[in-house]
């Protein structure tokens, strides 16, 4: 059964830097049909895809966050990690990992995690 | 990069046919790709490749495209499908981007 969980801070102040991990299980990160993607969705908007890495390390950004994210894994322990900088209360909202499975899509989601930026 | 337009809601009476738009340059010469969202649920995959359903989704789910629009249609709505629709499609700069998402209400 593949699947998806994660973790990270709940509450964070502006200014704070943001680690997510996503652990996954059920398939590897060095399935070259695959990779992990972030996506995140402010409170009652609409869905938005931040990033994606792939088995070989390839690594791609939404336009508008470019300079404040980085994705990382570690396929020995089946963990992707996203960091964002310079946290801010427009950030607030439930953060998302998702395979995508070429030619699928994202075909298996974790149930999310929510993150408040708050002073 | 890219935008691709939804509109914000639609409303259907049970049985009836419920049709969503996405419309964007992108979907030209893209695939497109359809998630459901239900209330505090993360979304689920409901068709990839333009047309094609995964597993387990209902029939009365499909996908088509012309252009730059593409069309999800719910035939013979029923209460379950009351949700959120969002479509995808890769971007440029190997990335994606989604719709502005559509709410369907189930009268």
């Known amino acids: 059964q593949v699947t998806l969980k994660e973790s990270g801070p709940v509450v964070m102040k502006p200014t704070e830097t943001l680690t997510l991990t996503c652990t996954v299980s059920?398939?590897?990160?060095?399935?070259?049909?695959?990779?992990v993607t972030w996506i995140r969705q402010p409170p009652g908007k609409a869905l938005e895809w931040l990033s994606h890495?792939?088995?070989?390390?390839?690594?791609s950004y939404t336009t508008s966050l470019r300079t404040r994210l980085t994705i990382s894994k570690d396929t020995s322990k089946s963990q992707v990690v996203l960091s964002m900088t310079n946290m801010n209360p427009v950030d607030t909202g439930t953060y998302y990992c998702?395979?995508?499975?070429?030619?699928?899509?994202?075909?298996?989601w974790g149930q999310g995690t929510t993150v408040t930026v708050s002073s | 990069s890219s935008e691709l337009t939804q509109p914000p809601s639609v409303s259907v009476s049970p049985g009836q046919t419920a049709r969503i738009t996405c419309s964007g340059d992108?979907?030209?010469?893209?695939?497109v790709y359809w998630y459901q969202q239900k209330s505090g649920q993360a979304p689920i995959l409901i068709i990839y490749k333009d047309s094609e359903r995964p597993s387990g989704i209902p029939e009365r789910l499909s996908g088509s495209t012309s252009g730059t629009t593409a069309t999800l249609t719910i035939s013979g709505v029923q209460a379950e499908d009351e949700a959120d629709y969002y479509c995808q499609t890769a971007d440029s700069g190997n990335t994606y981007v989604f719709g502005s998402g559509t709410e369907v209400t189930v009268l």
């Open positions: 992108a979907l030209a010469n893209q695939y």
């Open positions: 059920g398939f590897s990160l060095s399935n070259p049909k695959m990779r």
């Open positions: 890495i792939f088995s070989n390390d390839e690594k």
């Open positions: 998702a395979r995508h499975y070429r030619p699928y899509g994202l075909d298996v």
